[in-house]
């Protein structure tokens, strides 16, 4: 379903190639690698029934969450939510991905005095960010509708065994659902993470999960050198070698914004290590070509750009009118759709920066789907652990992570630091 395209095709070694696959099949945390093709049925009926019960009871869904508890199902909802077959009534809201109080002060004043729900989502219910927004936002549920109308209102995403989160949740009777021990934060889209909020957000989680599991068979049911995420992840490597140690992920399609928000996370925590990792960057065209255009085609070449794009055109389309004046001198676009407009401006840029000297790689995906999201996030998972493999670092962990709040806790003075 994924194509990826590049100038110079890369030589990719199977032995080696299934060499890498079969370490992350067998990895600890390599419990995403066939999730869409094993996931529970029971499961995805109790997610389903969750967010049929919060769509008919509550306008707003408070996501509580940092990292991969939400920015994978916020790039789904943010590309896929404005579809028409998407709409839903029950708007999904974000909270404990930061400390700041501007931020938090603009939740509270959307929700108001709307009804609403929380799906609070951590592992061990102590991170900072959104273990504070969780104590924020409760008491706000508890005073709105009591205790035990608060209760019928959060639902626990959590481990299945432990931790803070996991005792709260089994001691109030929260709805819970589960963070498989397997899988790690940033490749948890498939699991209830990010199924709920999608659910009840509107998008077909099941055509989700079926373009995620095409896409696998789609690799792996063929010749693992032709693979696309396998070329993509070679080709990486390659150019890392070469020196090219900034990657810029470049789309025409704003609404694509947020989902190089999550590709940036998957990356950068898989590959940063052991002074390791190339620097993943975003920029929305043609927006940026205004702002970052000089730099991307004169600038230090030691980047290159990969093209994320949409084979078929959007439904909705607008033609440009004619002006009798013509005092802009457009009329030469008169009759012509914006996306024949655009089309024809990502291509000129990829020439543009070829010519530069800028390596321009190319991932379609077919359209601006439940099913075609579902493909290219997995197509990113397995890209993504490849290659940090052939780089040698562990793709599942993230030690570095700890640094900052080691420090952040003495400075508040967290008991034991």
């Known amino acids: 379903m994924i194509q990826f395209n590049t100038?110079?095709?890369?030589?990719?070694?199977?032995?080696?190639?299934?060499?890498?696959?079969?370490?992350?099949?067998?990895?600890?945390?390599?419990?995403?690698f066939e999730l869409p093709e094993t996931y529970n049925k029971e499961e995805l009926a109790s997610i389903k029934s969750a967010a049929a019960k919060i769509q008919s009871d509550s306008k707003f869904l408070v996501c509580i969450g940092i990292g991969g508890s939400y920015l994978g199902h916020r790039a789904l909802i943010e590309a896929l939510g404005s579809l028409p077959e998407t709409e839903a009534k029950?708007?999904?809201?974000?909270?404990?991905?930061?400390?700041?109080?501007?931020?938090?002060?603009?939740?509270?004043?959307?929700?108001?005095?709307?009804?609403?729900?929380?799906?609070?989502?951590?592992?061990?219910?102590?991170?900072?960010?959104?273990?504070?927004?969780?104590r924020f936002l409760k008491e706000k549920l508890i005073q709105k509708y009591g205790s035990d109308g608060a209760r019928a209102r959060i639902y626990a995403t959590t481990d299945a065994n432990r931790g803070a989160l996991h005792d709260e949740a089994l001691q109030e009777k929260y709805t819970r659902f589960v963070v498989p021990d397997n899988i790690g934060g940033r490749y948890s889209v498939f699991s209830a993470v990010g199924l709920l909020p999608l659910a009840v957000?509107?998008?077909?989680?099941?055509?989700?999960?079926?373009?995620?599991?095409?896409?696998?068979?789609?690799?792996?049911?063929?010749?693992l050198a032709n693979a696309?995420?396998?070329?993509?992840?070679?080709?990486?490597?390659?150019?890392?070698?070469?020196?090219?140690?900034?990657?810029?992920?470049?789309?025409?399609?704003?609404?694509?914004?947020?989902?190089?928000?999550?590709?940036?996370?998957?990356?950068?925590?898989?590959?940063?290590?052991?002074?390791?990792?190339?620097?993943?960057?975003?920029?929305?065209?043609?927006?940026?070509?205004?702002?970052?255009?000089?730099?991307?085609?004169?600038?230090?070449?030691?980047?290159?750009?990969?093209?994320?794009?949409?084979?078929?055109?959007?439904?909705?389309?607008?033609?440009v009118p004619s002006d009798s004046q013509n005092l802009d001198g457009l009329n030469y676009l008169a009759g012509k759709n914006l996306s024949f407009i655009n089309q024809n401006a990502l291509d000129a840029t990829i020439v543009a920066h070829r010519s530069g000297g800028i390596p321009v790689l190319e991932i379609k995906a077919p359209d601006l789907s439940a099913r075609s999201l579902g493909a290219l996030v997995y197509f990113f998972e397995l890209s993504c652990a490849i290659s940090a493999k052939l780089q040698g670092v562990n793709p599942f962990d993230q030690p570095g992570v700890e640094a900052y709040k080691t420090n952040m806790f003495m400075r508040l003075g967290k008991p034991g630091f």
């Open 7 to 32: 100038e110079q095709p890369v030589a990719v070694s199977l032995a080696a190639t299934q060499e890498i696959i079969s370490q992350i099949r067998a990895d600890a945390m390599g419990g995403w």
């Open 201 to 223: 957000a509107g998008i077909d989680i099941d055509n989700l999960l079926a373009g995620a599991a095409a896409e696998y068979h789609d690799t792996f049911d063929h010749q």
């Open 228 to 319: 696309a995420a396998i070329k993509y992840a070679a080709t990486r490597a390659e150019l890392a070698a070469s020196r090219h140690d900034v990657e810029i992920l470049a789309t025409f399609e704003p609404q694509l914004q947020y989902f190089e928000e999550w590709w940036k996370q998957l990356f950068g925590e898989s590959e940063g290590k052991q002074n390791q990792g190339i620097f993943p960057a975003s920029v929305v065209y043609t927006t940026d070509l205004h702002s970052l255009g000089q730099y991307l085609q004169e600038g230090r070449r030691n980047i290159f750009e990969t093209m994320l794009e949409l084979e078929q055109a959007p439904a909705t389309d607008f033609a």
């Open 90 to 134: 029950t708007k999904i809201l974000y909270a404990g991905n930061s400390l700041s109080p501007l931020a938090f002060d603009k939740l509270l004043k959307t929700l108001g005095d709307a009804d609403f729900s929380i799906n609070v989502i951590s592992k061990s219910g102590t991170t900072t960010e959104p273990a504070v927004a969780f």
